[in-house]
């Protein structure tokens, strides 16, 4: 698909497709029957295109609406997928508590700037299908201060066991969220649904008398074109209004301790202060 057109709201995008589908049905094919005189009177040939119409029309409707449901199904597995990633977050927080050491503490502030730079860095880079070098070289960060660990009692021994578990799904469930920012429908789809698109508009043409050409056609064009501004709309999983975001991790922010703080020089006590 256009990437632009991922830039524009539901709304806009509906109006842009329905413009263009009433156009192309409706106003333009009345335009040429005027200026040209091709009304014609022949019932037999507009019986066969209405009978055509119709079953044009039901295999599109069909086809759009097996393809918003395999949409809606990518957009269900990765908001489970974020909300199953920040529930590892936080539990890979709490674990790190109940080590008890300071060690385990700064790992704790390591793993909110981690949170923090999923959201900030990595979340923007989703719709382009990128991942944020900072966010990995966080995570590869709390791996390794995980590992230096060293239990001085059998609690923190299993504690730590425990969180390297964690470490090791988050970094999975993470590669499966980048891999997912890759989802969307297959090229054949879309395909499929352009030439079913147009067959309907060209069978619409011979649609007899006008009237039904711009009732008739006209209503079903707009339903067809509403249906297709959805399937677009909701087609990119990290891209458009209505992509995947990342409330998931915002929401647990609160809960697992303060940001890692920026260590700064001490003044000297005796020089004079600013």
Same mark, same amino acid.
């Given at each position: 698909m256009i990437t632009? #057109?991922?830039t524009l709201t539901n709304i806009e995008l509906g109006i842009l497709l329905m413009s263009i589908g009433i156009s192309v049905s409706t106003v333009i094919p009345i335009f040429i029957r005027y200026h040209f005189k091709l009304d014609y009177k022949s019932d037999a040939l507009a019986k066969? *295109? @209405?009978e055509s119409f119709k079953l044009v029309t039901t295999m599109t409707l069909l086809l759009l609406a097996f393809c918003l449901v395999r949409a809606q199904e990518n957009h269900r597995n990765v908001e489970d997928l974020v909300a199953r990633e920040a529930t590892i977050i936080y539990k890979l927080n709490r674990d790190l508590g109940s080590y008890?050491? @300071? @060690? /385990?503490? &700064?790992? %704790? /502030?390591k793993t909110r700037s981690y949170a923090q730079s999923m959201i900030d860095d990595e979340w923007p880079l989703l719709s382009k299908g990128e991942r944020s070098v900072k966010t990995s070289a966080l995570l590869d960060g709390l791996d390794d201060g995980s590992r230096q660990l060293i239990p001085a009692t059998q609690r %923190? %021994?299993? *504690? %730590?066991? @425990?969180?390297?578990n964690i470490l090791a799904q988050m970094s999975d469930v993470r590669e499966a969220r980048l891999s997912a920012s890759h989802l969307s429908l297959p090229l054949y789809y879309w395909q499929a649904i352009c030439c079913s698109i147009m067959v309907l508009i060209v069978v619409g043409w011979f649609q007899h008398p006008m009237f039904k050409l711009v009732i008739y056609v006209g209503g079903v064009v707009l339903g067809v074109c509403l249906?297709? /501004?959805?399937? #677009? /709309?909701?087609? !990119? &999983?990290?891209? !458009?209004?209505n992509r995947v975001a990342s409330l998931a991790i915002e929401r647990i922010l609160p809960l697992i301790g303060p940001a890692e703080k920026h260590s700064f020089p001490v003044q000297d006590p005796m020089s004079p202060t600013l």
């Open positions: 632009w #057109i991922h066969s *295109a @209405e008890g050491s @300071e @060690e /385990a503490t &700064v790992l %704790q /502030a %923190q %021994q299993i *504690a %730590q066991s @425990e969180i390297l249906m297709l /501004a959805l399937l #677009i /709309a909701t087609d !990119g &999983v990290f891209i !458009g209004q």
